[in-house]
Structures are given as structure tokens and as C-alpha cells.
């Protein structure tokens, strides 16, 4: 029963590089979401999906791409990674069209630009 | 402009002790507020949460209280555990859009 899980956990990339996280759950939730947390920031939310085929932008949504081609997959894309990107990224997922909240969340994954 | 604060960014309390954290938010169209817990190198975890008719609910140690009128909620663990000790994040939704979070505050129960 792995819920929300996050590939890959750790990575570094160099300025200007690309690369695409991948959120996968196996709950038949309809909304996922990317956050990033940072210190004194709190969770900040930078995209979200309400299902198959569509994405939103949320908080923070500059210099990052979202795509939902299935229903259990949510990918972020950092197309030419910033240092101002370094943070930790969280997938959550969760039922229904009434949101009365809990969220599932991944284990997150560690970004780190130089 | 941030809409849920919490003020606080860490708080110690004695083992066996009340803690108490605060959040305040500013949206009046928030009609449910969540808590997660999280602890380090782990995704937040749901912990209670309470629906705008409500003024309180309770599930074990966690109580969380709303006062509407002041836009304030704030949850109890009673009595604290080690075990407790970890970041807590106070969430609101308007029940169209994402949850909104607070910036954390980092408990630590101490023995």
C-alpha cells in the first residue's frame, strides 16, 4: 500500500539544467498537488491538478511545468533550474470534488541548484 | 499577503504539560482548518481538523478550538509526549480552492 510516492528523493542539479519530478499515487485520488517548503516559508503551493488531463497554477507556479496524461501520476518540470529552487518538493493527493481537506502527502523530495 | 499565520515558530513544553498552538487567518470565506504534523525527512501527516460549525473537536490528546468572530483556532495537545515533538501546520480551505497553509510551528515536548 504505497499511498504518494516521490522520485526521486534527493538531486542536484547545476544552474540552468532540467529535470522533472514524478508523483505517483495509487489511491484513484482526482487531486494532486506540488508544493515546495523552505524555511520560515511554510508549505507554498505551486501547481495542482482537479483531474486527468488538467493542471492549475497555484501560489508560486514561475519557472516550473506540470503535466497529468494519467490519473495517478503528477509531474513537475524545472525546465532551466534556478538556484531560488532549492528547496524540498511535497506530492499530495487527495479525494473528491467536496474538499474538506486531508491531503496525502509523498515523503518529499530534496532539490538542491548550485 | 498571508492568510493563515502562525505566529509562533517554535514553542517548548515540558513533558506530560499542555501545548498550545496558535493560528489566526485573515480569509472570512475559510469554512475548514486542518492541522498536519510533520516530522523531518517526512511528508506532513493529517492530524485533526474542524469544519466551520463547529467550535471545537476532539480526537484523543488533539482538541482544536475556532473562534469565528477573532478568525483564530488553536490546538491542545493534553498532555504532551516526546513523541509530540515535531512541526505543526495549520491549514484552511474554503472548500473551492487548495489549502492554504501557515508557515509552521516547531513543537518541542521536552522530557
Known amino acids: 500500500n504505497a499511498g504518494v510516492t516521490q522520485t526521486p528523493k534527493f538531486r542536484v542539479l547545476k544552474t540552468g539544467q532540467s529535470m522533472t519530478l514524478l508523483c505517483a499515487q495509487d489511491?484513484?485520488?482526482?487531486?494532486m498537488y506540488w508544493y515546495r517548503q523552505d524555511p520560515g516559508m511554510g508549505l507554498r503551493l505551486i501547481h495542482y491538478?482537479?483531474?486527468?488531463?488538467?493542471?492549475a497554477k497555484g501560489e508560486v507556479p514561475d519557472g516550473y511545468n506540470v503535466s497529468r496524461l494519467k490519473k495517478q501520476n503528477f509531474l513537475l518540470g524545472l525546465e532551466s533550474a534556478a538556484p531560488s529552487q532549492t528547496s524540498v518538493y511535497f506530492c499530495?493527493?487527495?479525494?473528491?470534488?467536496?474538499?474538506?481537506?486531508?491531503?496525502?502527502f509523498g515523503e518529499g523530495s530534496r532539490l538542491t541548484v548550485l | 499577503d498571508q492568510q493563515v499565520k502562525q505566529n509562533s515558530p517554535s514553542l517548548s513544553v515540558q513533558e506530560g504539560r499542555i501545548s498550545i498552538l496558535n493560528c489566526d487567518y485573515t480569509?472570512?470565506?475559510?469554512?475548514?482548518f486542518l492541522w498536519y504534523k510533520k516530522y523531518p525527512a517526512e511528508g506532513p501527516t493529517f492530524l485533526i481538523s474542524?469544519?466551520?460549525?463547529?467550535d471545537k473537536n476532539e480526537d484523543g490528546r488533539f482538541t482544536v478550538f475556532l473562534n469565528k468572530s477573532a478568525k483564530h483556532l488553536s490546538l491542545h495537545i493534553v498532555p504532551s509526549q516526546p513523541g509530540d515533538s515535531a512541526v505543526y501546520f495549520c491549514?484552511?480551505?474554503?472548500?473551492?480552492?487548495?489549502?492554504?497553509f501557515g508557515k509552521g510551528t516547531r513543537l518541542s515536548v521536552i522530557a
Open positions: 499530495a493527493s487527495r479525494f473528491g470534488l467536496v474538499n474538506t481537506g486531508e491531503l496525502f
Open positions: 489511491m484513484n485520488h482526482e487531486y
Open positions: 491538478s482537479v483531474g486527468e488531463g488538467t493542471t
Open positions: 480569509n472570512s470565506m475559510f469554512d475548514y
Open positions: 474542524i469544519s466551520s460549525i463547529k
Open positions: 491549514a484552511a480551505s474554503d472548500r473551492n480552492t487548495p489549502l492554504v
